[in-house]
């Protein structure tokens, strides 16, 4: 028996775009776009050749999909599911994130001697 249509949270868990089922509800909660028109129901069913539009981490995502697939398997099986309309840039130096590491202790007293130094 095969599928004509499936739940989109449950395509996004297969295709790997998410690692849980309810990271994918949760997404397509806060907004999706299933060829163009608006839903934020998990749902809503989905059927090959249909386009979804969704944000990822930073980017947005513009996915053709191909088949249903029939269970979460590897990345080369869920990467057959769809075809990317617009692949993800790949990240530039500057784009990289601001976090900053907590110092160690020897950390700490090098920021405690230049505090030192500079006050006077």
């Not at 949270?9 to 775009?17: E, G, I, M, N, P």
């Not at 617009?86 to 920021?111: L, M, N, S, V």
């Amino acid at each position: 028996m095969t599928e004509d249509s499936v739940r989109i949270d449950k395509w996004l868990w297969r295709a790997r775009f998410f690692k849980t089922r309810t990271l994918a509800a949760k997404v397509v909660s806060s907004g999706l776009r299933i060829n163009g028109a608006r839903t934020d129901k998990p749902k809503t069913l989905v059927k090959p050749g249909d386009t979804l539009t969704f944000g990822q981490n930073r980017d947005v995502r513009i996915i053709e999909i191909i088949d249903l697939g029939v269970r979460r398997g590897p990345a080369a099986e869920a990467q057959a599911l769809y075809k990317d309309l617009d692949p993800p840039k790949p990240q530039e130096k500057g784009d990289e994130p601001t976090h900053i590491p907590r110092p160690d202790k020897r950390g700490r007293r090098a920021i405690m001697a230049l505090k030192s130094t500079e006050a006077e």
